[in-house]
């Protein structure tokens, strides 16, 4: 009875708030409610939702040096992976900037090949995906000369402002993932353009998900490649 | 229990009503000033001085500019002051403010009479050089002058906005895409590229310079070297430098108003965290920056400072849509804890690129709405929300002008071009046309 009185509040409730409130925000909302339910389930079960990706602290923490004044927090220092040390492009750096990086030739671009994401997703999730990170990380490791910069880009669903910010999620997860596999991180820079540069200027989920990728460009110390 | 949760349900239902907000604007009520035509009134340049005033004190939409009519031109341009300045006169005609603009061989003269109160003001002569083009800043400084006397407020006329332009170009194998900051004027007119650097630069901030506002500076970022950076030049050099010396993306900096903190967004730890990095206008870059914000598996964007620089607004995205928040934008010591940062707003949801008023009562942001990104402003005093803008075309980077009545925007569909939106009036002034894409304008403070 208590049960059937509760379901028919929430019932009630929600027609309420369906004729107060548009049906996109109504959706937003539950999106929302959905994910934080998510995120606390994940919490619980593990330490960290991010768990999935990283197995001990030790394996993938490196020190950013001295370069800024950190927060304290366990959590922000313990699932953090610096950018590389060398910051390309400088006057008189080891390495050049991104204008003497290209994009990999046709004996290369089997390995260096763009990875495609889902929709709100930073992490490959399909099987060719996941094999080509694979090959890409035997790669380099073979070739510590060789220099990559991984390109993250979105589609143009989110505002140019957040999607700038965004694309830094795509490739530093890609370049966690190298680093996992045991390339050298100093080997490997990020960039995000955001929605700033589409590989296709559609307006539908066919282009979207041409749009929501992450790109390579490489550059050889030893001009080999 | 049940009737908590009764009660819950009920203010998530009343909270949601909030959602629907009629548009409006301001009420205001305006008065009657007679801009007086520049005596002798014969050349093309005269006329156009005039003309730039008037549209000047037009744009504020505080005041009506009453038609030319012969008898107020009689008394305006009356040798004796007793009867130019008769307050009885101007009172039967319904005019609050005269102004009377004369030109003396190469000064521009301004005087302002208030009919109320029988007070006379006369601005301190300009030079011009009877080149439109070089005297039209100058024209809206006296412009912004008179706005002061009159409506009790500075003008914006003379306020620059700085933005990026992209340009594709399909020829260049190597990277076809370039974007370079440039400036115009407030009404649009005057669009002048102010960076060279032959390469990618976006999300221009001002730092003005109040000895020499020709010659203010500005932070950018630019792709020059591959991950984007913060880099600082001047309005008369057209390529800058870098500011921050912090390995990784750098993006979407904000500079605080009294020039002491500029806030980013970086990834040098790995993850879009919000930065402060302590500034100053003649030093630079001071010490290290701080990891002021962080969260796993979220990215921070868009920090925008309260004027008094005490807090930030900022995007964050974690808890699932992007939504804005505030925080304490201080404490660079060492072993701080990630401060709590409080939720603007539930009521509007994927909610990006704040702008914090200068008067530090409002933030202007974009937020979907029914689909569309539209500018809304958040009343703090209230804690009320507000669409401002409607129809079809997202919006996005709303930036204040210093009146905190005006700001520009750009819309992202179906073009990206640059708009001038009032509080006091609903219809937005397109600014730029054309192809190319003009997007994160800011507004000159």
Known sequence: MKHYKLASLIVISLITTGCTTTLANLWESAKTSMRQASYASKTLISKDPNSRLISTADEFFTTVEDEFIPLSDQDVQSYTISQAKEVPGLPGGAIPGINSFHSPSKALSSIFTKIYFNTDQHVPKDKEAVAAIHKMAAFLKKHPSLYVFIEGHCDERASEAYNLSLGTKRSNCIRKILVKEGVNPEQIFTVSYGRERPEVTGHNEKSWARNRRVAFKIYDKEGKL | ?445
Not at chain 2, 253 to 274: N, T
Not at chain 2, 370 to 394: C, F, M, S, V
Not at chain 2, 417 to 437: A, C, M, V, Y
């Open chain 2, 1 to 445: 229990m049940r009737s908590s949760l009764f009660c819950l349900l009920i203010s998530s239902a009343l909270f949601s009503q909030e959602v629907v907000v009629p548009l409006q604007t301001d009420e205001l009520t305006t008065v009657n000033i007679y801009l007086a035509t520049i005596r002798p009134g014969e050349t093309t340049y005269e006329q156009e001085v005039y003309e730039t005033i008037k549209t000047d004190l037009s744009f504020s939409g505080k005041g009506t500019i009453l038609d030319i009519n012969e008898t107020m031109q009689f008394y305006a341009h009356h040798p004796d002051p007793k009867v130019a300045f008769q307050t009885a006169n101007w009172r039967s005609l319904q005019t609050k403010f005269v102004i009377i603009p004369t030109l003396e061989k190469s000064e521009l003269h301004v005087k302002v009479f208030d009919t109320n109160t029988a007070t006379l003001k006369t601005l301190s002569p300009i030079l011009l050089t009877h080149n439109i083009s070089k005297d039209l800043h100058k024209i809206h400084r006296i412009s912004d002058l008179i706005s002061k006397i009159v409506f009790n407020s500075e003008g914006i006329a003379s306020k620059r906005i700085l933005y990026s332009f992209q340009k594709k170009i399909e020829n260049n194998e190597n990277d076809p895409w370039q974007s370079e900051i440039w400036e115009m004027d407030y009404d649009g007119k005057n669009q002048k590229q102010i960076t060279q650097e032959e390469s990618y630069c976006i999300t221009p901030t001002f730092i003005p310079n109040p000895n020499h506002p020709e010659n203010y500076s500005f932070l950018y970022v630019t792709y020059k070297q591959g991950p984007p950076r913060i880099y600082i030049s001047s309005r008369n050099r057209l390529k800058g430098v870098p500011l921050i010396p912090l390995r990784g993306n750098q993006l979407l900096p904000a500079l605080s108003l009294k020039q002491d903190k500029v806030a980013f967004i970086s990834d040098a730890s790995g993850r879009a965290d919000l930065f402060i990095q302590p500034y100053h206008p003649e030093k630079g870059a001071i010490g290290k920056p701080f990891q002021l914000y962080s969260f796993p598996s979220s990215v921070q964007a868009s920090p925008s400072f309260h004027p008094d620089g005490s807090k930030l607004a900022f995007v964050s995205d974690k808890n699932g849509t992007p939504k804005i928040y505030i925080i304490d934008a201080h404490d660079s010591f060492q072993n701080r804890k990630t401060p709590e940062p409080k939720l603007l707003s539930k009521a509007t949801h994927d909610s990006t690129s704040p702008s914090w008023s200068p008067d530090g009562k409002k933030i202007a942001f974009s937020s979907k709405t029914n689909g569309i990104r539209q500018i809304w402003i958040y009343d703090i005093e209230k804690g009320e929300e507000k669409q401002l803008t409607t129809g079809p075309g997202d919006k996005e980077n709303p930036s204040w002008a210093k009146d905190s009545i005006h700001m520009v925007y750009n819309t992202t569909s179906p073009t990206h071009d640059i708009f001038l939106l009032s509080l006091n009036n609903p219809h937005p002034k397109r600014l730029t046309e054309g192809s190319g894409i003009k997007h994160y304008p800011v507004f000159e403070p």
